[in-house]
């Protein structure tokens, strides 16, 4: 009876403890197993966000920067036509121009621009098997018409994205297309910006890639219980990840669950976020091959990759602990129930009541209360018994906690797994670091670019602002951002603009101009605000794109000043031409009439003025043929501080006595090529016109310097045209007087214009400087000084002597000492105005010749073939028909070699182009003069031209 009363006491405290101790270790490992399950699932899940937040990203990225090409492009053209036509260039030259140039044009992987008419022409495409070719019938593989498809979806919804099927340029397969395409009805075609889908795919497959890669590296080392894992699989059965590497890789779909018989990938999908786990046979690594192990698999979907995350445990690793605790207390309780047995055969009459209360303290351990004593302290055998019970007892509690201390282990492992995957996390988050380096990149080349540029939201404040946009509105990187778009620009210059971002809003993309304040200096900008659209094509934000067209407005104003002056000069010298014939006619005329017909004293007092005034209308027409620039020149290499030397006496008497007249030229100056009469003839001008401004007196200053044109000053000057790099003589007149005011300094050059009084100048004084600077190859400026003194600075900028200079120099005689040797005395006289033929013809009379005449080039060169003797020719140089007095030279020199030859000009561009001995006489001109250059009295220059002048 006592041996069965003991049986009963460890019966009952094994039956007690030892199950509840197996279902809560189980328990723990099972919940361990959902545990690393749940956060690797956390961790793919991550990941897949991640990838979708780079696809957006990576769409978003793609849409913007095409429609920002097609704004660049637009730009492009914008500028070119515009630069185009100003300079003159054919229309069909400009866009040919345009369009070779946009062919050579790509970004990103070999993706380019196109451009297609509205009859579906590839107007500009980068494939010679494309560019230029007709469309219209051109289909993909499914028989959709590409080009014309487009062009009418874009000119009926506007602007956007459009995806079809084309090649690429160094392949003939038809891969899918994503392009920007835009409408410009101004110009009749659309414009096209694309990248191709499959570049997008690789991008998301390579993100996505690096997933699994980081999936794997997490996974290698996790481990659950003894020989569990986790193995990640798809929907098609293909096996992601799984520590065996005859698994790993591969496609499981044949591999059925020997429980069910189905394939055991639907199982698993089947058991997936069930919340309870597949219950199935597998082999062991240790016993491969024999599918007869317990295991149970918990399975996670991961949509969003449409993965499934499953761990996998066998049975006998999770009973593992709680059958070898168990084992350990039913060795513990047979040891006990043999010394109980023992004892009770000992010391039986002693068991009644140690019994009872070895009875209850079983009871109290078998309610979880194992700190329950026996209580019993006695030297017998009951005492041992009871010493025994509560050390079995103690012992059973030491095994509980080396259980707690095994999961608290476990824990730990569990925690070095949970570092493992964080470290996967750190990973991903070093792919982050690697985007925003990219778009570092991005925000590098914007502020490169020489244009300002800026984005702002729909709030209008500022999002991002390049290094120009900043430099201009003195802001810094991190001041601007978010900063209110009024509070950068001012309110000025806020509420200029307010209606451009009113059309923005609306969609459009506005084009204007601004000025405004940079570096102390007023600038001009060409500003774009461009709308950004967003999913619901809202306008969400603006793209606002400047760039300085001051130096374009520069040149443009520089053109049209130098167009109309040029037209002046061209109007001038037709003038003064027809002009010098017209005195050439009173002249002669009126000196045939003194020198033929005897005059009293009162009716020389009438003929005298007229003469007078005919030679100061001569006088005139040469100045305007001096800014005509077709005044003949004798050009030379004239060393400056020689000639103002010589000037100086000529400048200080007519001078005031309270003008002071200093001169100040550098040493080494270089000489210069001009005429050294004009030269000084401008100078003398300058210097008068000075003095005439400078009513109160004061210094009056000569500089004379050397100069480079690509030097700071030249640079920053500003003449009447660009200056060309080179080296120059500046010589520079200073006075103390007025000034020029504003009018003055805009019409300065134009003949006629003079702010002096009425008959105290014939405002030829400047306009003649600028013919002969200008005809001389120089630069002219005139400004108000700046250096803190009262006063007008002209600067004459003229070339120097070079040794590519021709060096011939024209002079002028009056003793003629060449002779005729003809035995003729007949003349051919070519002039197409009637009354000065006439009026030459009686002068060459009254010199003893006899004269034929000619009205034009042609005629005379028909009257040559019929002479057999000619003692010399006098012909106009300019008149109608083909032939010019030049060519009527030329044909008298070679068919009479000895015959003289006198020609008369109203003006020459040029020196003659002849290589024989001639006589220039120019017009108007008296009988003496005539007389001069006659046979017996020529001189010749070394090249056989003689000039006579009045």
């Not at 200053?701 to 200056?723: H, M, N, P």
């Not at 057999?868 to 020719?873: D, K, M």
Request: negative net charge.
């Amino acid at each position: 009876m006592l041996m069965v009363l003991i049986g009963s006491i460890f019966g009952s405290i094994y039956w007690f403890t030892v199950p509840l101790i197996k279902d809560n270790v189980f328990s723990l490992e099972l919940h361990a197993n959902r545990q690393v399950l749940n956060i690797v699932y956390d961790l793919a899940n991550r990941m897949y966000a991640s990838t979708e937040t780079y696809v957006d990203t990576t769409l978003k990225s793609h849409e913007q920067r095409l429609g920002s090409i097609l704004n660049v492009t637009e730009n492009f053209i914008e500028t070119t036509l515009d630069k185009g036509r100003k300079q003159g260039i054919p229309e069909e030259q400009i866009w040919a121009t345009i369009f070779s140039e946009l062919r050579q044009f790509n970004f990103g992987n070999n993706d380019y621009l196109w451009i297609a008419d509205y009859n579906a022409q590839l107007i500009s495409h980068p494939s010679d098997r494309f560019h230029q070719r007709d469309m219209s019938d051109f289909s993909d593989p499914t028989g959709t018409r590409i080009i014309p498809d487009i062009i009418q979806s874009v000119k009926g919804q506007g602007e956007g994205f459009y995806k079809y099927k084309w090649s690429r340029l160094d392949s003939t397969d038809v891969i899918d297309k994503y392009s920007y395409v835009r409408n410009y009805p101004e110009w009749n075609f659309v414009i096209g910006a694309g990248v191709y889908i499959e570049d997008i795919e690789q991008e998301v497959e390579a993100q996505k890639q690096q997933a699994i890669l980081e999936i794997n590296k997490a996974l290698e080392n996790v481990t659950i219980a003894q020989n569990g894992y986790l193995f990640v699989f798809d929907a098609a059965g293909n096996m992601l990840f799984h520590p065996n590497p005859n698994i790993h890789g591969i496609n499981f779909k044949r591999l059925l669950n020997p429980v069910t018989q189905n394939p055991i990938y639907l199982d698993l999908i089947q058991a997936a976020d069930s919340g309870e786990e597949l219950y199935y046979k597998w082999d062991r690594p240790d016993d491969q091959g024999q599918y007869i192990y317990e295991k149970l698999s918990l399975v996670r979907h991961l949509s969003g990759f449409d993965w499934y995350i499953s761990s996998s445990v066998y049975l006998d690793d999770l009973k593992a602990s709680s059958v070898q605790l168990s084992q350990r207390i039913m060795a513990m309780g047979l040891l006990g129930l043999i010394a109980a047995i023992g004892a009770a055969f000992l010391f039986a009459e002693w068991l009644t009541t140690p019994i009872k209360k070895l009875s209850l303290t079983a009871y109290k351990i078998s309610r979880g209360n194992l700190s329950a004593k026996t209580g019993i302290n006695r030297n017998d055998e009951i005492g041992s018994l009871a010493e025994s019970f509560d050390l079995m007892v103690d012992r059973l509690k030491d095994n509980i906690d080396t259980l707690n201390v095994r999961v608290k282990s476990r824990t730990r492992e569990l925690s070095e797994s949970n570092v493992q995957l964080l470290q996967a996390v750190d990973s991903l988050e070093k792919t982050q670091t690697e985007l925003k380096i990219v778009e570092r990149r991005q925000r590098m080349i914007l502020d490169a670019l020489p244009a300002q540029i800026a984005y702002f939201d729909s709030q209008l404040n500022i999002v991002f602002a390049n290094e120009k946009y900043r430099e201009v509105f003195h802001q810094s990187e991190g001041d601007i951002q978010g900063k209110a778009l009024v509070d950068v620009l001012g309110q000025e210059m806020y509420q200029t603009i307010c209606p451009y971002i009113d059309q923005a809003k609306k969609g459009e993309h506005p084009v204007y101009e601004y000025r405004l304040q940079y570096q102390g200096k007023e600038i001009i900008t060409r500003r774009t605000l461009i709308p950004f659209l967003d999913d619901k094509n809202e306008v969400n934000g603006f793209l606002t794109l400047s760039i300085d067209i001051t130096h374009e407005r520069e040149a443009e104003r520089r053109m049209a000043e130098a167009s109309k002056m040029k037209a002046v000069g061209q109007m001038s010298g037709g003038l003064a031409h027809d002009f010098n014939n017209l005195l050439s006619i009173i002249l002669g005329n009126l000196m045939q009439l003194q020198n033929h017909y005897s005059m009293d004293g009162g009716q020389l007092a009438y003929l005298t003025p007229a003469i007078r005034a005919t030679r100061r209308g001569a006088d005139m027409t040469k100045r305007l043929l001096a800014f005509a620039r077709k005044q003949p020149l004798q050009p030379s290499s004239v060393k400056p501080e020689t000639l103002i030397g010589e000037l100086i006496d000529l400048l200080v008497a007519p001078l005031p006595e309270n003008i002071r007249l200093h001169t100040q030229i550098h040493s080494n100056v270089p000489n210069v090529y001009v005429d050294a009469a004009q030269l000084e003839d401008t100078l003398v001008n300058l210097v008068l016109n000075s003095a005439d401004a400078m009513p109160n007196g004061g210094e009056l200053r000569l500089l004379v310097t050397s100069i480079q044109a690509d030097s700071t000053c030249i640079l920053k000057a500003t003449f009447d045209e660009t200056v060309e790099p080179g080296t120059y003589v500046m010589i520079s007149v200073l006075d103390e007087g007025t000034g020029f005011s504003e009018e003055a300094l805009s019409k300065a050059y134009e003949p006629f214009f003079t702010t002096k009084s009425v008959g105290a100048g014939s405002g030829l004084g400047l306009s003649m400087v600028y013919g002969f600077v200008k005809q001389s190859k120089g630069y002219l400026r005139i400004q108000n000084r700046h250096d803190n003194s009262l006063g007008a600075r002209v600067d004459l900028l003229l070339p120097i002597t070079t040794d590519h200079t021709d060096h011939k120099v024209i002079t002028e005689s009056v003793d003629n000492t060449l002779t005729h040797s003809s035995d003729t005395n007949l003349v051919l006289l070519v002039e197409d105005n009637a009354d000065l033929r006439k009026l030459v013809r009686q002068q060459l009379m009254d010199s003893d010749y006899s004269v034929i005449e000619a009205g034009n080039g042609d005629e005379a060169l028909a009257m040559l073939t019929g002479l057999e003797q000619l003692a010399g020719v006098v012909s106009d140089v300019v008149m109608p028909g083909e032939a010019d007095g030049y060519q009527v030279a030329s044909a008298v020199n070679v068919c009479h070699p000895q015959a003289f030859i006198i020609l008369m000009t109203g003006y020459t561009e040029s020196e003659p182009p002849v290589d024989f001995n001639i006589s220039l006489l120019h017009k108007p001109f008296d009988p003496q003069a005539l007389r001069r250059v006659l046979p017996n009295r020529m001189n010749k220059n070394n090249n056989g031209v003689v000039y006579e002048r009045i």
